[in-house]
């Protein structure tokens, strides 16, 4: 029997893609569909979007006077954005002596021509939050990037913080969550104005906090409330039993891919928090688990019972509103950067595929192509 991957890859590759809608500078292009899918929970059925110079201009019923519509099969959805990965990083991105890098610039290990960053694309993942490599506890500054365009979006988004056992070690100090919690305690009090941690306490600067057991979550929810943090939770697979306090502290949740056979503490999670209105998001963690762990992580959860809408919307809107970036990406609304996918069928359904994915208006993958990242680039 084929598991569902497997499955899910075999229907991809059963039929061609359609020919992609090319675009140029200065032209304005209406592209309709079965559905548009606007990021927030909306649908535009049967839905018109149009584009000129890689901004939405509009999604509707129709386009305006005078400009022609192409049709197209499928569903269009934004981009989606995988909130952490370190792919193509390689050892600029790794320090393993130090565990208080706070300056570190993580956008400087970004390789825009790394030929993993093709997978994630063929996801129709256009956009990631590039994070420091695992181990310390102020690893740096995070930055989003799009491996569909090649370029950095946003240097410094938020300073990542690592806060759990990950970042404890024998041989270099602190070895303890007591030492741990000291050490930031004393960099929160003492750094200068304009610091990553004095931007951080002032609710200028956002923070990543990586923690994973049910502990480790309530030490970091507890340090944020002290300091006055903003930001999101990387890990917390079981949140859902924390859905209260989570809410209270206003904090987001990043859930990390899950393996195969591994508990549902995800998908009743995502549902709890879902429920609560607690925001959540998806990290991709391509390197690891592959380009495709995060869509089937969220279709899990779709199967498991979350609202198709919500799980997109993790992917897309939440994830931008997570990253402070929600009005340039995230949803296909007027104004915002056009990074959109044609699917062949649902977003969230895995036996539907990437026909086509567009970052800035431009086609960069197209189903079947032997250089999809490549593709009008």
Known sequence: MLTLPILASALALAAPAPEPVVTTAGDTVAIRATKVHIGDGRVVENGVLVIQDGVVQSVGASAPEGVSVTEVEGEIAPGFIAMRDATGAGSENNETTRKFTPTADVSRAFDPHHPAWAHLVSQGITTVVMTPAAGRIAGGLDAIVSPASGEIVLRGVALHLGLSSRSLSSSIEPTSYAGLYAHLEKHFADDAEG?????????????????????????????????????????????????????????????????AGARADVVTSAIALSDAGVAFAFASDAGSRGASAMRMTAAACVRGGLDAKVALSAMTKAAADMLGVSKTHGTLEAGKVADFVVWSGAPTDLTSRANHVYAGGKLVHEAGSHSSHQVNR
């Open 195 to 259: 610091s990553p941690f004095a931007r951080a306490k002032l609710g200028s600067l956002r923070v990543m906090m990586e923690a994973y057991s049910k502990s480790e979550v309530v030490r970091a929810v507890a340090f944020a409330k002290a300091h006055g943090l903003k930001g999101a939770i990387i890990g917390a697979s079981k949140a859902g039993d924390q859905v209260e306090v989570l809410k209270a502290s206003g904090l987001g949740i990043v859930f990390e891919p899950m393996a």
